[in-house]
């Protein structure tokens, strides 16, 4: 066993290096072109518009790949140039895409031709706004900064998902005129879901709201398992996903339970939500969306009319105060954190 080990100690080297020398090796497809896309990179950075226009639209048909030529030929240059930033950006269709490098699609039947070619699963963020401008919803905003430059994030959505968005309407925009020429314009309201979808465009699961990198990871990859169980096993499809959302439900609750108990809360199911009131206002919807509301309530307490303590309905998160959610986010602080990307 000795011997055996310290033969795979030598020749661990020589293994690592073979893997490096597969990865670098180029495809014939690749190395033919690798000139053309040169070419068009060159021609997006022009200050010329339809030049540059043109060439971003060219670069977006080879997807991942246009986006790493251009990132790579200006990678040094990106901080300091907005003019290429705004060039990457348009050909991943993302804001602040340069901390990211994610092509996203916006046509989904050409996200599920691509998810039926690869295998992968479609990850569809539906939001307000657009993906690709500074003021899009809050929570999409902070997908673009702590969520997707993430290096772990980033690296499981380009190389295991069809990445797709689409925005369902404009987002709310509140402005303040300090009476001096300034304005500040931010967005009021406005959640943002990330599903999962097979080929076929079918859900698999979703991930609603501002998740932690961590977080997002484990959804992320539980759902990839289900979605390529089901390539497999599409016959009993209904039977799977029932079983995997009341496995995942049941997980939730258990956690929720025990995070209430160690910190000696009174129980509480986790319920869904049903919202019935056809007169919901923003206030209400910000209650409801704990993880960016103390973004938005500031400027949602001075244009709304109602007091918000008067708001209703009265949920299980309504009857936990500011400094109790604070307790409940202590007990995961260890699991949450930021890297250099993000």
Not at 83 to 102: G, P
Not at 207 to 235: C, H, T
Request: aromatic share 8%; hydrophobic share 40%.
């Amino acid at each position: 066993m000795i011997i055996k080990k310290f033969q795979v100690g030598l020749y661990s080297p020589l293994l690592g290096l073979c893997a490096i020398a597969l990865v670098n090796i180029a495809t014939p497809q690749a190395r033919a072109e690798q000139p053309i896309l040169d070419n068009l990179v060159q021609q997006a950075a022009s200050k010329d518009q339809a030049t540059s226009q043109q060439a971003i639209a060219k670069l977006r048909k080879y997807k991942n790949a246009g986006v790493e030529a251009f990132w790579k030929t200006y990678e040094k240059d990106l901080p300091n140039n907005s003019q290429l930033r705004a060039t990457l950006d348009a050909i991943c269709q993302q804001k602040d895409c340069d901390a990211s490098r994610l092509y996203w699609y916006r046509d989904l039947d050409a996200a599920k031709m691509a998810s039926k070619e690869t295998g992968k699963p479609i990850l569809s963020l539906r939001l307000l706004g657009n993906l690709a401008d500074e003021l899009s919803c809050a929570n999409s905003r902070f997908f673009r900064t702590a969520l997707y430059p993430n290096a772990e994030v980033s690296k499981l959505l380009r190389d295991r998902f069809i990445l797709h968005w689409q925005s369902e309407r404009p987002v709310p925009k509140v402005t303040i005129d300090f009476g001096d020429g300034r304005k500040l314009e931010q967005t009021i309201t406005g959640n943002s879901i990330h599903y999962i979808l097979d080929s076929e465009g079918r859900p698999i699961d979703a991930i609603p709201g501002l998740y932690s990198p961590q977080a997002f990871i484990e959804n992320l990859k539980d759902a990839e398992v289900v979605a390529r169980s089901l390539q497999d096993n599409n016959v009993n499809r209904r039977e799977v996903l029932v079983n995997y959302h009341r496995d995942r439900y049941a997980k939730l609750e258990k956690k929720w339970q025990a995070d209430l108990t160690r910190l000696r809360l009174p129980l509480q199911p986790l319920l869904p939500l049903a919202v019935t009131d056809p007169k919901a206002s923003a206030a209400l919807a910000s209650r409801l969306t704990v993880s960016k509301m103390m973004v938005e309530l500031p400027t949602l307490r001075r244009t709304v009319g109602e007091p918000l303590t008067e708001l209703n309905p009265p949920s299980a998160f309504d009857k936990l105060s500011d400094a109790n959610w604070a307790r409940l986010a202590s007990l995961d602080q260890n699991r949450v954190y930021l890297d250099q990307g993000s």
